[in-house]
């Protein structure tokens, strides 16, 4: 079974509204960490914004909030206020706690949703 | 936030080559770093954990041999792809684990390198 599950292959915004981006988990690990990262045509995965299973309060990193639902699994990425500049791949990914003995503080990422921004 | 970079940032080679990878972390000291796999239009996956000092730990289905991975210091980590085949064609990040982020304990990634084997 997936772990983490971005149920939007591809979403479109007007300029300057707000968007909600999905994510769903699976984990039985009380202890976990969700992330969102942001990976542009450039490549490079940029770090948005961290939401932690113990959090009581949604994470918000400006325009960026989490949206929290613990006894949902789910971990939505909203975007205020969207600008041309967020045309991007985005990720939802966890961390759990590894019990292989590969080390911790792996992350499992979803596959994805393509936002496009339009003018 | 914390700076990662990566060296090159693009390669062609023939097949049956060799080519290192370099990770650097430019402005903390990360004990541990990771070396991700990404084919066009599909999600990360995770190759291999790689601790400063130790010996890496490789996800199932990745060869060992085939994907060398070095962590000789804090700031730095390789991954060299043995005798490149057009299969190993695709894009390679590394990321950096910031320990002292606290409890986000974030990943940072470099930009990537995009391998084409021909």
């Known amino acids: 079974a997936q772990k983490i599950t971005q149920t939007q292959p591809g979403m479109f915004v007007q300029e300057k509204e707000a968007v909600t981006l999905d994510c769903t988990y699976d984990?039985?690990?009380?202890?976990?960490?969700l992330f969102w990262y942001k990976q542009p045509s450039s490549g490079e995965m940029i770090f948005l914004i961290y939401?932690?299973?113990?959090?009581?309060q949604n994470a918000t990193e400006g325009r960026y909030s989490l949206n929290f639902q613990k006894a949902r699994k789910s971990a939505n990425l909203v975007i205020s206020a969207s600008q041309l500049g967020d045309s991007a791949m985005y990720f939802c990914?966890?961390?759990?706690?590894?019990?292989?003995?590969?080390?911790?503080?792996?992350?499992?990422f979803g596959k994805g949703t393509k936002l496009s921004v339009i003018p | 936030g914390a700076v990662v970079s990566q060296h090159p940032s693009r390669v062609i080679c023939k097949s049956g080559t060799s080519v290192k990878i370099e990770c650097r972390s430019l402005?903390?000291?990360?004990?541990?770093m990771f070396w991700y796999r990404q084919f066009p239009k599909q999600s990360l996956m995770l190759m291999a954990t790689?601790?400063?000092?130790?010996?890496?730990?490789?996800e199932q289905g990745v060869e060992k041999d085939k994907f060398l991975i070095n962590h000789a210091s804090l700031t730095l980590s390789t991954l060299t792809v043995t005798s490149a085949h057009p299969e190993d064609s695709s894009f390679y990040i590394c990321?950096?684990?910031?320990?002292?982020?606290?409890?986000?304990?974030?990943?940072?990634f470099g930009p990537g390198t995009r391998l084409t084997v021909l």
């Open positions: 790689s601790n400063e000092g130790s010996k890496a730990t490789y």
């Open positions: 990321s950096a684990r910031d320990g002292t982020s606290g409890h986000t304990d974030t990943q940072y």
């Open positions: 990914a966890m961390r759990e706690p590894a019990y292989s003995g590969a080390g911790s503080y792996q992350l499992t």
């Open positions: 939401q932690g299973s113990y959090d009581q």
């Open positions: 984990t039985s690990d009380p202890s976990y960490g």
């Open positions: 402005d903390f000291q990360a004990t541990t």
